[in-house]
């Protein structure tokens, strides 16, 4: 049997297959959708979470970023300005995402040094309890939402950053390995400032690629080994805080993929200005999650301008 005995006819499917090539490169990397959809849900007791994804999309096995906000476990909500339109954004690369809400266990409490260190873990714990709920409801769907459960990655800010990279990182710490993990593994994590209880705890079993945005003179969430808000040694709430130089330093012993976006001069802030980088988390994303890169990079930055 001849295939493409017919000259022309072959040009027309060269032309056909290098333009779905260049269109599954710039999938998930670049804006092809002009258009997304907003489905919100239900997923435990009143918790709720907002699901974007591309309207008019025929893919169904997509990666899933579930995005927690920050705001001290005090206040914030999954729908503020800055998460939507990181979320649109994403959802417009033909990611799937889910913004979640949970529970604010410090409304109207104080989280700082007067804050004892026994309640700063059990904050942890229950927003990673929450993240996991949430988890093990959107993968229970996976097929209907059209994402591939396998490809779920963990993003967050500040206080929400800490929570996704304890419940990416934690999982054999004794105060987390009680928690309801699904039987799934996430697939990567993407923090604006955040930090861990402790990186040794980051073994070969639950290390995932890791893109992270902090600045070096972050006062609340220490960029390397500090205690959380740089509280004294006798204050209750001293409690010692792996950021994202030391997370680095154990991926990089691990052989795991990471990137931290770095600023000398930075402070909090960039819990909010990482935001903005879309383009740089949707090549981490693609690079070492899609395509199975290994990455292992540090990355001086500066804040855009307004």
């Given at each position: 049997?001849r295939f493409?005995?017919?000259?022309?006819?072959?040009l027309?499917?060269l032309?056909?297959?290098s333009i779905?090539?260049?269109?599954?490169q710039?999938?998930?990397l670049?804006?092809?959708?002009t258009?997304?959809?907003?489905?919100?849900l239900?997923?435990a007791d009143?918790?709720?979470?907002d699901?974007?994804?591309?309207?008019?999309?025929?893919a169904?096995?997509?990666?899933?970023?579930?995005?927690?906000?920050?705001?001290g476990?005090a206040?914030g909500t999954?729908?503020n300005e800055?998460e939507?339109?990181?979320c649109?954004?994403m959802?417009?690369?033909?990611?799937?995402?889910?913004s979640i809400?949970?529970?604010?266990?410090?409304?109207?409490?104080s989280f700082?040094?007067?804050?004892p260190?026994?309640?700063?873990i059990?904050?942890?714990?229950?927003?990673t309890?929450?993240?996991?709920?949430?988890?093990?409801?959107?993968?229970?769907?996976a097929?209907?939402l059209?994402?591939?459960k396998?490809?779920i990655?963990?993003a967050?800010s500040?206080?929400?950053?800490e929570?996704?990279l304890n419940t990416a990182?934690?999982?054999y710490?004794?105060?987390?390995?009680s928690l309801?993990y699904?039987?799934i593994k996430?697939?990567?994590?993407v923090?604006?400032a955040?930090?861990v209880?402790?990186a040794?705890?980051?073994?070969?079993?639950?290390?995932?690629?890791?893109?992270m945005?902090?600045?070096?003179?972050?006062?609340?969430v220490?960029y390397?080994?500090?205690?959380?808000h740089?509280?004294?040694?006798d204050?209750?709430?001293?409690?010692i805080?792996?950021?994202?130089?030391?997370i680095?330093e154990?991926?990089?012993?691990?052989?795991c993929s990471y990137q931290?976006?770095y600023?000398?001069d930075?402070?909090?802030?960039?819990?909010n200005?990482?935001?903005?980088y879309?383009d740089?988390?949707?090549?981490?994303?693609?690079?070492?999650?899609l395509?199975?890169q290994?990455?292992?990079s540090?990355?001086?930055?500066q804040?855009?301008n307004?």
């Amino acid at each position: 049997m001849r295939f493409c005995s017919n000259l022309n006819f072959c040009l027309l499917i060269l032309l056909f297959l290098s333009i779905n090539m260049s269109y599954g490169q710039r999938r998930y990397l670049e804006t092809v959708f002009t258009e997304t959809q907003l489905l919100t849900l239900n997923y435990a007791d009143t918790l709720k979470l907002d699901f974007y994804s591309p309207k008019k999309d025929t893919a169904i096995r997509r990666p899933l970023i579930l995005l927690v906000h920050g705001g001290g476990f005090a206040i914030g909500t999954r729908d503020n300005e800055l998460e939507r339109g990181f979320c649109e954004a994403m959802a417009g690369k033909g990611y799937t995402v889910a913004s979640i809400s949970y529970r604010l266990t410090r409304k109207g409490k104080s989280f700082g040094c007067d804050c004892p260190a026994n309640e700063k873990i059990q904050t942890f714990q229950a927003a990673t309890e929450d993240i996991l709920k949430a988890t093990k409801y959107l993968t229970d769907r996976a097929t209907e939402l059209g994402f591939d459960k396998e490809k779920i990655i963990l993003a967050g800010s500040s206080a929400g950053a800490e929570a996704v990279l304890n419940t990416a990182f934690m999982r054999y710490h004794q105060d987390f390995r009680s928690l309801p993990y699904p039987d799934i593994k996430f697939a990567g994590v993407v923090s604006f400032a955040g930090a861990v209880v402790d990186a040794g705890y980051l073994q070969s079993e639950n290390a995932v690629p890791a893109l992270m945005f902090h600045g070096e003179k972050d006062n609340l969430v220490p960029y390397g080994q500090a205690p959380h808000h740089y509280c004294d040694t006798d204050a209750t709430g001293y409690l010692i805080l792996d950021g994202s130089e030391a997370i680095a330093e154990k991926l990089k012993e691990l052989n795991c993929s990471y990137q931290l976006m770095y600023d000398p001069d930075g402070n909090h802030d960039w819990a909010n200005l990482a935001y903005s980088y879309t383009d740089v988390i949707a090549e981490f994303i693609q690079r070492t999650i899609l395509e199975n890169q290994l990455i292992q990079s540090r990355i001086k930055l500066q804040p855009k301008n307004p």
